[in-house]
Structure formats: structure tokens, C-alpha cells
């Protein structure tokens, strides 16, 4: 079994490598489109969010669920600052960020971050967030990265979660820390939170759906981190995956019989190249569960 951090190296290599070679053989409009185009074309999809015992008043408000920003060298300011602008316009009741704020390469990118969230939209009864991989810096081990990118979001107004519970008009926040950083245990937070009705769960990195801690949880787990492979052939999956779990791709993936994924596309990436797979900001419409 290859650890997950050794995975994670392995498959982000793989993505460049396979991205840059099929690219390098694609006509160069193709190659054009993938750079120039795709990377900011982004999808503002709208599904469906039944929650098991949601409170009346909030069937059919809305939740924008933002992830993998990247603020850093690769993502463009502005793209950044329009996405934001577009979001808020939707006046959306809820926002909730899962993670990978930032890609770290020093104190400029903690800089940038703190000026882009100044724009950041914000929900009207509430806006949520954790971190991910990447908002732990190098090796996803400093500390003292994640803990600034939790104070530059505070001090922005979300409320970050870090395997920690929040409640907003009724509906309930499990934030759980990321899976490849120091800081993964969430089945305390579980065991305690995951029984109450009206309950989101927020989890950047989807394999850890696979873990045995969540308990009596059932209902809904949003999460990023795959970027939807950003890369992959029409009619297929994409080829490389920074997951072990294949299946968890994008979009809704039934987990088991309690528990569904959603993932997020994202709105950022690691390199600048998407093909046949857009950014994606889901605002969702939540509603009563059967």
C-alpha cells in the first residue's frame, strides 16, 4: 500500500507528465483552448441538496460550495476576483469553502490571499470553510501555514472549521481537517455531531469517505481536492486521479446507503491546462429529504 502522501506526489507528477505530452500531440488549437480557454471558463452548475430533516423555512435556499481556489503563482487574480464577483451576485444563503485556499510557495501567497478574500462572497446566513492539503504548505506539514490561512479567512468573515461543528438558521457544519495533513481524526467530532438531523459534513480530500470514523453520520459529504482529474478524453474517465478511490471523480457519487459525495470540480488548479473538464462553482438548492 503506497501512502498517501507518496500518492499524492506521484499522481500530481503523473497529471503534468500526461497532460503535457497528450497536449504536445493535440492540434494547436486544442492545446490553445486547454490553456487559455478552459482554465477560466467557468461552470456555475445548480443541483439539487436533500437534507434529512432540514428545517421548513430553509427549503429552497441556496449554498454555493467554492473549492480549490489556489490562490498562488498559477491561478490569475482576476479570474479569482471575477468568480467571486459572479458568486455574490447570486446572493447565495450559504457559502462554504473545502479547502486548498492557496498553493504555498512563501509569504506572497498568504499576501495574495488575504487581499483576494476581501472580495470574497459571503452567505447571507452563514459562510463556512476548511482546509486542505495544500493550505499546509510543503509536504502538507507546516503548521504555521495552515494556522495563517485560518486567520486570513477569519478575519474575512468565514467561519473555519477544523474538525470542529457549527450551526447556522438550523442547519449544522462538520468541518473535518484534511486528510493528508497532520491533523485528520474526525471520529470524536462524529460521534458526538453526526446523529443530529440537518447536517452537512465539509471534507476536502473525498478517500476519506473510505475511513472507518463516521459513525451514525448520513447525508451529504462536500468535498474537492480531484479538480475532476482536469484533464481526460471525451467519453472517459480522466486518466489520473490524486484519490485511491477511482469512482471519486466529480459530481454526486453515492458512497453507501447513507452517505453520498459531492465533489467539486473547483475553481483553480496546480497547472494551468484543462481539457473536457471546466471549473466548477456548484450552487446548490437545498431542500426537504423524502
Known sequence: TVAP??????TRRQLIT???SALAAAPPGALLY???VEPHWLDITSPELPIRGLPPDLAGRTLAHLSDLHIGPKVSDDYIDRTFARIAQLQPDFVVCTGDWITYRGRAQLERLERRLAGM???GLGTVGILGNHDYGRGWRMENVAQQVTS???RAGVTMLR???ATFAGL???GLEDLWGPNFGPG???ERHGGAAATLVLCHNPDAADRPVWGAYQGWILAGHTHGGQCKPPFLPPPVLPVQNRRYTAGAIRVDERRTLYISRGVGHLRRVRFNVRPEVPVFRLRRSE
Open 5 to 10: 502522501l507518496a500518492t499524492s506526489m506521484l
Open 163 to 165: 474538525n470542529q461543528a
Open 188 to 190: 470524536g467530532l462524529l
Open 152 to 154: 486570513i479567512a477569519t
Open 172 to 174: 449544522q457544519f462538520l
Open 18 to 20: 500526461w497532460g503535457v
Open 34 to 36: 486547454a490553456w487559455l
Open 121 to 123: 462572497p459571503r452567505g
